[in-house]
């Protein structure tokens, strides 16, 4: 017999990732709408959700009293009673969420890297990774972007503002990434992932490097990938573009079809910035279905954003869109920023789920933070996506089966009005599943609140 819980987040009430009272059975034909879940057609297994880890995020972390970093890290990163988060990202080198620009070896000409250090990283960046590792108690996935090389590796002499990699340099940056990966496998962190360039067509005021789709291809063929398996590290997970969804189907094609470039390449990171074009990721997929997708930065732009329903919601509309078209992990950008949506050494001022007032202490949590949590805290890792259909506009739905037998609906309303529906699940004499056991009731009654996320949990006895 099939027991059912049920999460809510809702505008205009009490619910934060609230359990309301179970749902009741029903019938399909007593609803104006449906959502459809079939835990026997299923689709990409599933990575981890989570947040980076930036300068600013650390910084601003260790500008609070000790029982708000253990609030914030129990917020997280608790498996049981927080988000759960698994795979996360940092930086290499400085972003724009750092104090400045900095990079791990800035010798101008060291190509052996004899002056490279991460000392920097270990003021306040890697103690806080580390505090988020002991509060998960579970294996953390870290997947780290560089945003530039050091200065003297660029034709512009400058970490921010665009530039290239000059040829002369590019050995020297391919080693510099195992040299990375060393070194913090060292501090006891161990590297998931890599993506090749943050953002390889932006010319920004902060940290950029620009790379075309060839030139990617060639660095990953003839540098990069090459440098990796030579130092045993081949099996770290390599991500090309990482950056938006627009161009992801062009990069894609550009570089995966290149066999030799393809053969290092496990996936394509994208970002959600200028247009949401959810369809390029499924067109990605389609084209090249052996390599991961996976979404590697979000944020909402212009400042904290305190308390605004629209981006908790942008986030829920983004996830159930980008998980529903293969992708298998989503990452957001800041775990917390301060009062200004920084520090960023640009001015580029952004939200995160948690704003942190680091002249109060006081801790704001945001739309943002609930929205990713009726996906971080219920989807586990190794959870394969499985088919959910809705018969209504404004209800968007996806469905996952964790490793542990349970199953995960998600249903997204955006509308100003309350929407009944039928959750439906495949009865007892229909089930194709005898690894799921037996699906009944096969239908309960539900509704879904203006502007609410809802995580409906199903396990059978």
């Not at 609803?31 to 835990?39: E, G, H, I, R, Y």
């Not at 580390?130 to 560089?146: E, T």
């Not at 050995?171 to 496998?185: D, K, T």
């Not at 293969?326 to 939200?351: M, Q």
Request: charged share 20%.
């Amino acid at each position: 017999m099939m027991h059912l819980r049920h999460f809510c987040t809702a505008q205009n009430t009490a619910y934060r990732l609230t359990e309301l009272p179970p749902l009741t059975p029903g019938t399909a034909a007593d609803a104006p709408a449906s959502v459809l879940v079939d835990p026997a057609v299923r689709y990409q297994e599933i990575e981890g959700f989570g947040g980076a880890f930036t300068e600013a995020a650390a910084l601003t972390f260790f500008r609070l009293p000790p029982p708000r970093q253990a609030e914030i890290l129990h917020a997280y990163f608790d498996p049981v009673h927080g988000l759960g988060y698994t795979l996360c990202r940092t930086h290499i080198n400085s972003c724009d969420f750092s104090l400045g620009n900095y990079a791990y070896d800035e010798v101008d000409g060291d190509v052996d890297l004899r002056r490279f250090s991460i000392e920097r990283d270990r003021r306040a960046l890697i103690p806080l990774i580390r505090a988020a590792q002991a509060a998960a108690g579970r294996p953390i996935r870290l997947l780290a972007s560089p945003w530039s090389p050091p200065a003297w590796m660029k034709t512009n002499g400058d970490m921010c503002h665009g530039g290239k990699l000059k040829p002369e340099y590019r050995a020297a940056w391919a080693a510099y990434y195992g040299r990375y990966i060393r070194e913090y496998e060292a501090e006891g962190i161990p590297i998931w992932g890599l993506t090749v360039q943050n953002e390889p067509l932006a010319t920004q005021v902060w940290e950029s490097c620009i790379y075309t789709a060839e030139e990617e291809r060639d660095f990953v063929r003839d540098y990069l990938g090459p440098t990796l398996a030579a130092a045993g590290l081949g099996k770290v997970r390599l991500l090309i573009w990482d950056h938006n969804r627009d161009l992801m189907v062009e990069r894609a094609r550009a570089v995966l079809s290149d066999p030799a470039a393809a053969q290092y390449i496990w996936g394509i990171g994208f970002h959600w910035y200028v247009h949401d074009r959810f369809d390029n990721v499924l067109w990605t997929h389609d084209a090249f279905p052996d390599k991961r997708l996976v979404f590697t930065e979000g944020s909402q732009e212009g400042g904290p954003h305190l308390g605004e329903w629209h981006v908790g919601e942008r986030y829920a509309h983004s996830m159930i869109n980008d998980l529903n078209r293969w992708t298998a992990g989503w990452i957001d950008w800041n775990l917390l920023l301060d009062e200004t949506g920084g520090p960023n050494h640009v001015g580029n001022f952004c939200s995160a789920p948690i704003i942190a007032d680091t002249r109060t202490g006081e801790l704001h949590y945001q739309s943002s933070f609930y929205a990713i949590g009726h996906f971080a805290r219920f989807v586990q890792p190794g959870a394969r996506r499985i088919l959910c259909a809705t018969s209504h506009d404004a209800l968007e739905a996806a469905a996952f089966l964790n490793p542990d037998g349970q199953m995960v609906a998600i249903v997204l309303n955006r509308s100003d009005e309350t929407i009944p529906f039928a959750l439906q699940t495949p009865g007892a004499e229909r089930t194709r599943d005898p690894d799921f056991g037996e699906l009944s009731p096969a239908a309960w009654s539900a509704a879904a609140l203006p502007h609410s996320i809802a995580t409906y949990v199903f396990r059978t006895k």
